[in-house]
C-alpha cells in the first residue's frame, strides 16, 4: 500500500451514487410497500451498503483500512429510477472516495438481487463519486502564489564547511513543491546576533517566509528560539504545536524541540529543528496549509 505516515489527519468525507432503472411501476410500487418477496428492499440494501462500506479493504488490495465513524445512505425515487446516495466520513489520513463508491455499488447490486425474481429488466448505471471534502485538496490555499521564502541553516559546523546541510535542502524540497520561489539560502554559525540580522535583512528584502533550520535544542550553542523571540510581533503557538505533535507521533524527542513560529511585520517566521527528519517532518505538519496565512498578512498589507 501507499505510504501515508506523513500525511496529516483531517475530516475526510465523499459522497457517491449508484442509479438502479427499473422497467415497471409496479416494481416502484412494490418497493414502496415493502411486498417484494424477498423482503424489505430498502432497508436490507441499507444494511448491505454499510458492509460494502467496512469491507471495501478487504476486496481492494490498496485500500488502507480506517476507521469509518459515518455513512448515510439515502434512497431518491423519480419515475423508474433509484437513485442511491451514500455519504462516509472518517477522521483519518487518507480518503474514503472508495468506500462510498463501493458502498453504493454493493447497495445497487443488492436491490437488483431482491428484484429481479419481479423485474427481468433491471439496470444499474452512473456509479460515481459527487463530492469529496478534506485532505490536501479539500485545505488549498485560497491565497495565490508569488511567495519567497529564505531558508536559514543554523550550525556552526556547516557554516564553516565542516558538514554538509541536509535539513535546508529538505525544507527548500518543500517549498518548492508549495510553488513557494527560493529567495535565499544561507548557513551561519549560532550566533544570536548573526541570527536577528539575517531575521531583519530578508524580511526587509520582501521574504514571505523566512526559516531557519538548527539551534532550537538544549545544547548550549541553540539559541535560534532566544534570537527570534525578541523581534517577533507575535507567535503563532498553533504551528508550533502542531510541528511537535507531528513529530512526538513518529519519535519519543519531539517534545525536546523549541521550534518557533511568528510574525514580523507581513513575513512568517519558521524556526525548525536542524535533524534532517526534524526538517521535513515538520515541513510535512504544517505545509501546504500553512500558506493559507498570506491570504490574512497580504491582505492586511493592502489595507
Known amino acids: 500500500m501507499v505510504d501515508i505516515t506523513h500525511k496529516n489527519t483531517t475530516l475526510r468525507t465523499a459522497t457517491a451514487q449508484a442509479i438502479v432503472k427499473v422497467s415497471s411501476q409496479n416494481t416502484i410500487t412494490a418497493l414502496e410497500n415493502k411486498t417484494v418477496p424477498k423482503g424489505d428492499v430498502f432497508a436490507m440494501s441499507k444494511a448491505a451498503g454499510l458492509l460494502g462500506v467496512k469491507k471495501t479493504p478487504e476486496l481492494l488490495p490498496d485500500c488502507h483500512p480506517l476507521p469509518i465513524e459515518y455513512t448515510g445512505i439515502d434512497f431518491i425515487i423519480d419515475e423508474l429510477e433509484i437513485k442511491v446516495l451514500i455519504t462516509v466520513k472518517t477522521i483519518y489520513k487518507t480518503g474514503v472516495e472508495v468506500e462510498a463508491m463501493h458502498g453504493a455499488s454493493v447497495v445497487a447490486l443488492n436491490m437488483y ?43 556552526d559546523s556547516i ?13 527548500i524540497a518543500k517549498l518548492e513543491t508549495s510553488d513557494v520561489a527560493i529567495l535565499d539560502y544561507i548557513s551561519i554559525p549560532d550566533e544570536i546576533a548573526i541570527i536577528q540580522e539575517k531575521a531583519k535583512y530578508y524580511q526587509s528584502q520582501g521574504a514571505d517566509l523566512i526559516i531557519y533550520t538548527g ?20 507567535t503563532i503557538p498553533g504551528i508550533e ?21 511568528g510574525t514580523i511585520k507581513n513575513s512568517l517566521v519558521l524556526a525548525l529543528p536542524g535533524s534532517t527528519n526534524g526538517a521535513r517532518e ?22
Open 113 to 155: 438481487d431482491m428484484l429481479k425474481p419481479i423485474d427481468k429488466g433491471i439496470e444499474i448505471h452512473h456509479i460515481k463519486l459527487i463530492e469529496k471534502t478534506g485532505g490536501k485538496s479539500g485545505f488549498k490555499d485560497k491565497f495565490g502564489r508569488d511567495l519567497k521564502a529564505a531558508v536559514i541553516v543554523c550550525s
Open 159 to 171: 557554516s564553516a564547511g565542516e558538514k554538509q546541510d541536509k535539513a535546508g535542502k529538505a525544507i
Open 215 to 234: 539551534g532550537t535544542g538544549l545544547s548550549q550553542r541553540d539559541v535560534t528560539p532566544e534570537a527570534l523571540k525578541p523581534l517577533l510581533d507575535r
Open 241 to 261: 504545536e502542531t510541528i511537535r505533535k507531528y513529530g512526538q507521533d513518529r519519535m519519543p524527542y519531539a517534545m525536546l524541540s523549541r521550534s518557533v513560529a
Open 282 to 303: 515538520s515541513m510535512d505538519a504544517i505545509f501546504p496549509s500553512l500558506l493559507h496565512v498570506f491570504g490574512i498578512l497580504k491582505g492586511a498589507r493592502h489595507n
